[in-house]
């Protein structure tokens, strides 16, 4: 058995479905099962120059409300963090905030944002002041390194610099240091996390010049910057990056490689989850998919780790440093914002938790203002709009003490779940492996949707050549091929490509590396907007000689067809050159088939006195309550409360309000009836 259907196995056995009977809920107070990891209760803020990362261009004036406001976290003119969003934050847990914010990083120069106040009037919220209030929330810090903001080369030396500014002693020796000492604080700040880049894999948008990272040169770059900021203090803690997405490929190119390269280097492996991506579903159909996610995530957790033990050959922990639903979307709802948003990601917070999922941190995509904030406030600091996901985390802050201690569902429910982008098939009761299904012929090559300045050479039956010819366009994506659905796989039936060629990159003027990025991709035909269902597999514009590409689509249950498309990003200056492809496959391989999904799932905790009982519910049907009987061990309570947090309207994007609700335990155990779609938070007091 190959490595990949053994990590299957493995990891699904746990989830074959028990027998049926009376669901039960077994809480054992007296038996820790480890500490509670406030790392996992993290928090991300967007407080650095966002010109030319999404659609501020960059000629726009610099936005305060990143560089100045903290996202509306800081107060420039008190110079201190607004108290109501230090008081919120808390109330939330929050044990983690990330900086400067995703995609910011590549833009971010930290030695803009340190001096005096006045001496940077733009830069009012800068490191010195991200530490205060990571101080005043008693979070830890994770900084999120550049990887395009220089030259490639010169970025281990600016890194080095930014460890001496934040962890040197200030003595003579380490003049960042003592320029820190100068400029205020004298003591040195201690940070231990810091994430090499972020979604590298992307590219740095509409930067100019435009880098995009093969992943060999992440890892070349990872290995050097690593380095570089060790021989100035050995003890910082370093995350190496993983491509974004689902969570699904594990083991594409991007991650075996700066695994295999650089991983050995690493600390810790940064993962991205935005799954299920949700488009144009009911919200029934929305709702059923993110109740079916937790399941499917856990195996996933364990493939990523599993993956980095081969190869590194060590245990690294994961740090989940972005998550939430995989929409970005407003219609036909804004589903980041949503009631099932809000339940899907309490329950990825139960999951988080477990320490048997290896998670070193996790950071939800995101609290405070923002393009996703669950809340927003105004320059003063208070709150004006509350979404429906904010309940859910203050709930957690409140309902989860210091030491987990054991808990076990037993007989819980089971659905099936129908795929999504990012969500495989649950139904029945066992693992069906993917298995090979022949190979698709893609339809005649045509060039004719290629715009102005880039042309369609040759074609043969696996093989293209492409021209630019001055493209100066941004970007471009234009489809050359058709691949009808495969008659021999069964109408219904998620599936997916392995799509395999070679390729190469001859610019006009020989040396010259192109200002953007290309490669070739898939999308359904349906179109991105409609099924938000696409791949890309990028890189060509760094091979100067024939180099062998690999990626995999997962394809729609219902797709019709899928597109290929050549795939042209970032450009910043004109292009002259010829790309060559030849022995372009398109293999088929069904989905797995994952057992149906536990519709009850919880988790528990004590205080460290051991006089408080925290429990937390979640019940994953979304028609139908699940009545359980919850038995508490070692431990006499006469009665419990908490809250009930359930919605009529899945999609509402309204407040959550949560309810009270009461229950009265004899001797150890009561019979509760947990409603549809919801999470039930406990707390129940020790009997004097």
């Known amino acids: 058995m190959n490595y990949r259907l053994f990590s299957l196995i493995a990891a699904l056995a746990a989830l074959l479905p028990a027998g049926a009977g009376t669901p039960r809920i077994t809480v054992d107070a007296g038996k820790s099962a480890g500490p509670v990891n406030p790392l996992v209760f993290g928090a991300n803020i967007e407080a650095a120059d966002d010109r030319g990362i999404f659609d501020r261009p960059l000629n726009a004036p610099i936005n305060p409300h990143a560089v100045a406001q903290g996202e509306g976290t800081w107060d420039p003119a008190a110079n201190r963090p607004h108290p109501n969003i230090v008081c919120k934050l808390r109330e939330m847990r929050i044990g983690m905030m990330r900086y400067p914010g995703g995609c910011l990083a590549h833009n971010y120069n930290w030695k803009q944002a340190v001096g005096p106040l006045s001496e940077r009037p733009d830069w009012k919220f800068g490191i010195d002041e991200y530490i205060r209030l ?42 960042w240091a003592m320029k820190r000492a100068k400029w205020g604080n004298p003591e040195p700040y201690c940070v231990r996390y810091f994430e090499l880049g972020n979604e590298s894999s992307h590219g740095s948008h509409n930067l100019v010049p435009r880098r995009h990272y093969t992943p060999e040169e992440y890892a070349a770059y990872f290995r050097s910057c690593a380095a570089a900021m060790r021989r100035v203090d050995p003890a910082v803690r370093l995350g190496i990056v993983m491509e974004p997405g689902t969570g ?16 050995k280097e690493a600390d810790f492996v940064v993962l991205h989850f935005y799954a299920p991506r949700i488009a144009d579903q009911t919200p029934q159909q929305a709702l059923a998919a993110v109740l079916a996610y937790g399941d499917q995530v856990e195996f996933r957790l364990k493939q990523y780790r599993e993956q980095a033990r081969a190869l590194t050959g060590r245990e690294l922990p994961l740090a989940m440093t972005e998550f939430n639903i995989g929409s970005t979307g407003n219609k036909p709802y804004p589903w980041r914002f949503s009631f099932l948003a809000g339940l899907m990601n309490a329950d990825l917070q139960r999951i988080w938790l477990k320490p048997e999922n290896g998670i070193l941190c996790a950071n939800y ?18 709150i004006t709009l509350r979404r429906a996901p904010v309940s859910f985390f203050e709930t957690w802050g409140g309902y989860t003490g210091s030491e987990l201690v054991q808990t076990a569902v037993a007989d819980a429910p089971r659905l099936d779940a129908a795929p999504v982008p990012g969500l495989a098939v649950s139904r029945g009761g066992r693992l069906l492996l993917p298995e090979p299904a022949g190979e698709a ?11 102005a300045g880039i042309a369609l050479a040759a074609a043969g039956k ?50 010259e590396r192109p200002s953007g990025a290309f490669g070739l991709g898939m999308v359904d035909s349906r179109g991105w907007e409609k099924t938000a269902s696409a791949v890309s597999i990028s890189g060509i514009q760094a091979a100067t000689q024939w180099k062998r590409f690999t990626g995999s689509y997962q394809v729609l249950p219902d797709t019709p067809g899928s597109k ?52 937390t519910v979640f019940n994953k049907d979304p028609q139908k309550p699940v ?11 006469a009665a419990g409360s908490g809250v009930v947090l359930a919605a009529a309207a899945p999609e509402t994007a309204a407040d959550t309000i949560p309810r009270p609700v009461a229950v009265k335990p004899a001797s150890g155990s009561f019979v509760h009836e947990f409603p549809a779609a919801s999470m039930t938070a406990l707390k129940f007091r020790r009997n004097r």
């Open 462 to 511: 696996d093989s293209l050549t492409i021209r630019f010819d001055g493209f100066d366009g941004k970007s471009a994506y234009p489809e050359f091929a058709e691949l009808p659905r495969p008659a021999q796989i069964p109408a219904g039936d998620a599936f997916r490509y392995l799509i395999s060629f070679e390729a190469k990159y001859t610019p006009d003027r020989p040396g």
């Open 441 to 451: 012929k893609p339809g005649a090559i045509s060039g004719k949707h290629f715009p």
């Open 365 to 382: 995509w995101q609290v405070v203002n923002g393009y996703w904030g669950s809340f927003r406030s105004n320059e003063k600091g208070e």
């Open 564 to 615: 290929v498309l050549f795939r042209v990003e970032g450009v910043s200056a004109p292009l002259s050159g010829t790309v060559e492809i030849r022995n372009l496959r398109f293999a088929l391989e069904t989905q797995p088939v994952f057992p149906a999904y536990r519709t009850l799932t919880a988790l528990a905790s004590r205080s460290a006195d051991g006089g408080t009982l925290y429990l």
């Open 134 to 175: 990571c101080r005043a929330l008693g979070a830890e810090p994770i900084i999120t390194m550049t990887d395009y903001a220089l030259p490639a080369e010169e970025l281990p030396e600016h890194m080095a610099e930014l460890v001496e500014y934040l962890n040197a002693p200030a003595t003579p020796e380490h003049p």
């Open 248 to 263: 699904e490929q594990y083991d594409s190119p991007w991650n075996r490689t700066v695994l295999e390269q650089a991983g």
């Open 627 to 637: 009545r359980a009987e919850v038995k508490l061990e070692n431990f006499d309570a």
